[in-house]
């Protein structure tokens, strides 16, 4: 139990579907982190939140659509997926800025199957 | 943030110290060394980070070079459970970008 909590922890949905996945974290951190890591490959970072603000979108393309109505909460909407969009995407949280420490904790991921 | 190299992959024998290298020779003064590991399919976990000086947790040592271009993760009693994808990397304390490299695949072998 890392403290940061990913649900569904399973989902499969076709192209045409509309879904969402949810992040949650009781850390008290103020940043939140999208990552996506299909098979056999390492680790994208997609989104960043800091303080709820947006500070980092790494030309996801907009079919991926973030939401973070708190620092403790980040939702990744989901419409019109491809096959290729098929991966574990993982949330994590961190303490960032002068203060903070980096070390990042990690849910469990949600892993999405498109069909 | 600096470039890290890490062997793509390695082996290592239950009970025996597993001691996984990373370089970091372009690494700037106010720059930290991390490392990760991510079990089959989990999320990454975090195992421990320095600066400059050796440090010790219940998980891992770092040890880090005197001149920072280079440090070792060690694990000292290698158990089956240690068989993971373990990354370095190096970063600004506090910083908000966290990205990760290949990593290394270390299979730990009954």
């Known amino acids: 139990e890392t403290g940061v909590t990913q649900t569904p922890r399973h989902l499969v949905m076709g192209m045409t579907n509309k879904k969402s996945l949810k992040c949650e974290q009781h850390l008290g951190h103020n940043a939140m982190y999208w990552y996506k890591q299909s098979a056999k490959k390492p680790l994208e970072l997609m989104f960043v939140?800091?303080?709820?603000?947006?500070?980092e979108n790494n030309s996801v393309p907009s079919r991926f659509s973030p939401e973070c109505p708190n620092s403790s909460h980040l939702f990744l909407h989901l419409h019109t997926l491809q096959p290729e969009d098929s991966a574990l995407y993982l949330c994590?949280?961190?303490?960032?800025?002068?203060?903070?420490?980096?070390?990042?904790?990690f849910g469990q991921g949600t892993r999405l199957t498109v069909v | 943030d600096a470039k890290t190299t890490q062997p793509p992959s390695m082996d290592c024998a239950e009970g025996r110290a597993a001691n996984l290298p990373c370089n970091h020779s372009t690494i700037s003064g106010n720059e930290y060394v991390y490392w990760y590991r991510q079990i089959h399919s989990q999320g990454p976990q975090y195992i421990i980070h320095?600066?400059?000086n050796n440090e010790t947790n219940e998980m891992a040592s770092l040890i880090i070079t005197e001149d920072r271009k280079s440090s070792t993760l060690i694990l000292p009693h290698a158990t089956l459970r240690d068989t993971a994808v373990y990354y370095c990397i190096v970063i600004i304390q506090g910083a908000q970008k966290l990205v990760f490299g290949q990593g290394t695949r270390l299979t730990i072998n009954p």
């Open positions: 994590a949280s961190s303490q960032t800025g002068k203060l903070g420490n980096t070390e990042a904790f």
């Open positions: 939140y800091n303080f709820k603000e947006q500070t």
């Open positions: 320095g600066l400059k």
